[in-house]
Nanobody, 125 residues
């Protein structure tokens, strides 16, 4: 599967952005989808993930209650709605996919085999 992330930009603190990730292929619904982010000088960190049917979602504590992950299997799309953005949310955001991730590995970047190119999110104070 190939992934293309978009929707990043510059926003003031308290604002919102919606990231999108378009996936190629006809087996999108078989993949667990995740969003990760990486700030300069920091390791890539988990943001959110969604299981195949969309019924189960996971969030990092730092974004819980502010971000919402969703997917549309008919359109091969996954989204990350980001509200109440903070300067510390500034990072390059990546979407990732894998068909075989078990629940305990959902937050681990190394467990995902497929990655998009990243989209920059900058939150100004």
């Amino acid at each position: 599967v190939q992934l293309q992330a978009s929707g990043g930009g510059l926003v003031q603190a308290g604002g919102s952005l919606r990231l999108s990730c378009a996936a190629s292929g006809r087996t999108f619904s078989r993949y667990v989808m995740g969003w990760f982010r990486q700030a300069p000088g920091k390791e890539r960190e988990f943001v959110a993930a969604i299981r195949r049917s969309g019924g189960i979602t996971y969030y990092a504590d730092s974004v819980k209650g502010r971000f919402t992950i969703s997917r549309d299997n008919a359109k091969n799309m996954v989204y990350l709605q980001m509200n109440s953005l903070k300067p510390e949310d500034t990072a390059v955001y990546y979407c990732a996919a894998d068909p075989n991730i078990i629940m305990s590995d959902t937050t681990t970047p190394a467990r995902y085999d497929y990655w998009g190119q990243g989209t920059q999110v900058t939150v100004s104070s």
